[in-house]
């Protein structure tokens, strides 16, 4: 079973998605959560945003697993463009919570503040993480799609192949 390297690399990052955010969720301790009402719709953000990436990067990497099995010659260009748009969905979704990390750990006191601080801090390394694999996505659609293209196109010459 040969994985394409695009799937490879995706899914070593995937991996660092998943501690991270597991990481995020264990920074999140209820005690901290439950001392200040006013933050608790923000509370819901970073878990419902956790929960949705745990989910993807889960079925993410089955769906690498199924698509290695058909071989390296498989065509990406669907895959691709799924994970560039879910990658962009995570990318979305983890810069709000930064934005939330930031402003709780600025409004509250020392100690909970430092946690909120190294939340924004894990939600940027998610942010970062989702950035390669969407860059990752796009360079093999443009390569399969738009430089190959052009390969197709140069080796006929006004309808006769051209060698």
Partial sequence: MAFPSQ???SMGVKVAIVILTI???ILLDPAYVTAYISINYEIVIIYLVS???LLYCIVSVLMSFLLAKRGEDTPLTNCAFSEIIFATGGIM???IIIGIGGTI???TIIETG???GWIGAMAGL???CFLIIAAIFAANVVSEKILQRQSRLQKYDRGVYVQ
């Fill in 114 to 116: 430092e946690r909120f």
């Fill in 23 to 25: 990481v995020t969720l």
């Fill in 105 to 107: 750990s600025q409004r």
């Fill in 93 to 95: 979704g983890w810069l």
């Fill in 126 to 128: 998610n942010v970062g």
């Fill in 7 to 9: 799937l490879l690399i």
């Fill in 51 to 53: 929960a949705l990436t």
